[in-house]
């Protein structure tokens, strides 16, 4: 990726936080990265085409996150492991985890493209779950466990980002994300055995 195209997806990212997907425009982005709106369009469609980067780029994140090299490691590992890397995807790279998971432009729809990029990337979770099952588990079964795992972790990061959240005095969301995950993924490898 060019520096131009950097420069674009890092200011579009920052607005982003600010203001969430109401501060995105062409013009508030070439202003953040200190160029004109055309040079916006000649490297981008536009505000879709900006979106559709920030939103592969999150996808691409994701699917690194849950690339766990297996090699040694447990079916529980693999898991927690994986499940760490993405906790420091959401906490550092936060802009793309609100953009891809929840928070995106009512008005924007992902391209194909984009799309293709989440699917793999909820095919990495995929596989990642299918370690914990038993393997004569049917594929839907492999499915809505992968989304259960998913909602707990984003349930958690749903609650840690809520606006009462500092309220709640909680000491660590990432232990308690955690340890919700380590007593979710123990039930299911009981089951598996």
């Known amino acids: 990726m060019t520096d131009t195209r950097t420069k674009i997806l890092k200011a579009a990212s920052a607005l982003f936080l600010e203001g969430g997907s109401a501060a995105l ?27 559709d980067a920030l939103y592969t780029q999150a996808a691409e994140m994701a699917s690194a996150a849950m690339d766990v090299q297996q090699a040694g490691l447990s079916p529980r590992d693999i898991m927690m492991t994986a499940a760490r890397n993405y906790i420091v995807l959401s906490e550092t790279n936060e802009a793309h985890y609100r953009l891809f998971f929840g928070e995106s432009d009512p008005g924007y729809t992902p391209s194909p493209e984009a799309q293709k990029a989440g699917f793999e990337a909820f095919g990495k979770l995929l596989e990642q779950t299918a370690f914990v099952l038993p393997q004569d588990t049917a594929p839907e079964e492999v499915r ?35 340890d919700a995950m380590s007593n979710h993924i123990d039930a299911l490898l009981a089951r598996k055995d």
């Open 25 to 51: 425009s062409v013009r508030a982005i070439a202003a953040r990265a200190e160029m004109s709106t055309i040079g916006i369009y000649s490297h981008f469609k536009g505000k879709q085409g900006i979106l």
């Open 144 to 178: 809505d466990t992968a989304l259960t795992i998913w909602a707990l972790m984003h349930g958690f990061f749903g609650l840690r980002n809520h606006a009462g959240a500092d309220k709640l005095r909680v000491e660590s969301w990432r232990g308690l994300t955690l």
